[in-house]
């Protein structure tokens, strides 16, 4: 079946505009978290969503950062007023809302903004 | 609050040679998961092997098992046999059950395997 679907792949914006990332999970899978991950670095967990509701948004940067996810489906990050420190990989990842089942990722979205 | 940490930023193994990775973990909830990831050059994220914290017995999933020393709070992943398409960046990661929290990832290992 299909996998976590992200898109663009890649986007280049300039400073100071606003950006929209989409996540498209695994079908049925409720579980749907954002990741970001800087050049050669860890990931850094941005926010959790369990069906619409997001329960955990505490690795959220600043309140240039939002998320939403609608239908219990597609998830969109939303970043304004991008700055070049945003510049990195953002990976979304879904799984079944079962304690060991792993996240599926997706391929990411390459961010770089000048 | 949940933490965890690898302490090998970089590590280089012979061909054929089996490979330790460290993981050790903080955690209050009893019952968690620990989750084992490789991230190659392409970037894609590959899951390796899961470990609960009531199982019993260690994982094991081909080549790849789990040395898990609970009182130790640490979730070493052992591969064995190493071959060069194991080199890669691991993550070791985990999440707390109780609460359904958040999957935290550490800072990762990047392994290179020596022909």
Redesign the interface.
């Known amino acids: 079946g299909a996998g976590v679907s992200q898109s663009p792949s890649n986007k280049v914006t300039e400073k100071g505009k606003d950006v929209e990332l989409r996540c498209d999970p695994i079908s049925g899978h409720t579980a749907l978290?954002w990741?970001r991950q800087s050049l050669g670095?860890?990931?850094e967990?941005l926010i959790?969503f369990?069906g619409n509701s997001a329960?955990?948004k505490?690795?959220l940067p600043s309140d240039r950062f939002s998320a939403e996810r609608t239908g219990g489906s597609v998830s969109t990050l939303t970043i304004q007023r991008t700055q070049q420190e945003d510049s990195a990989?953002y990976?979304c990842?879904s799984s079944p809302?079962e304690?060991?089942s792993?996240?599926?990722?997706g391929?990411?979205t390459r961010l770089t903004v000048t | 609050a949940q933490k965890i940490t690898q302490t090998q930023p970089g590590m280089f193994v012979q061909e054929k040679e089996a490979v330790t990775l460290d993981c050790t973990y903080d955690t209050s909830d009893p019952?968690y998961?620990l989750?084992w990831y490789k991230q190659p050059s392409s970037?894609?994220?590959i899951?390796l092997i899961?470990q609960?914290s009531y199982d019993q017995q260690n994982a094991t999933e081909g080549r790849y098992s789990l040395n898990f020393q609970k009182a130790r709070k640490s979730a070493n992943l052992v591969i064995s046999a190493s071959q060069l398409g194991d080199s890669a960046m691991y993550?070791c990661?985990m999440?707390e059950?109780s609460s359904?929290?958040?999957?935290?990832?550490?800072?990762?290992t990047r392994l290179s395997i020596r022909p």
């Open positions: 978290y990741y670095q860890g990931l967990f959790y369990q329960p955990d505490s690795g990989v990976l990842a809302y304690g060991n792993p996240l599926h990722f391929n990411g | 019952s998961g989750f970037g894609e994220m899951f899961y609960g993550f990661a999440r059950h359904a929290s958040k999957i935290i990832f550490g800072s990762g």
